[in-house]
C-alpha cells in the first residue's frame, strides 16, 4: 500500500473487497458500529 499514503487513516468512508485473482462471492455482508465501553 506504499502507492496510498492515505490508506488506513480514516474512520469513516467506502469499504474494500478484493479478490487476489481468484473468484469470489460475498453474500450478507453486515457492518455495524462498535460502540466502546
Do not use: V
Not at 480514516?10 to 469499504?15: A, E, L, R, V, W
Amino acid at each position: 500500500w506504499k502507492d496510498y499514503p492515505d490508506y488506513g487513516k480514516f474512520k469513516t468512508g467506502y469499504i474494500g473487497l478484493q479478490d487476489h485473482d481468484s473468484p469470489l462471492w460475498f453474500k450478507n455482508i453486515r457492518i455495524r458500529r462498535i460502540i466502546a465501553q
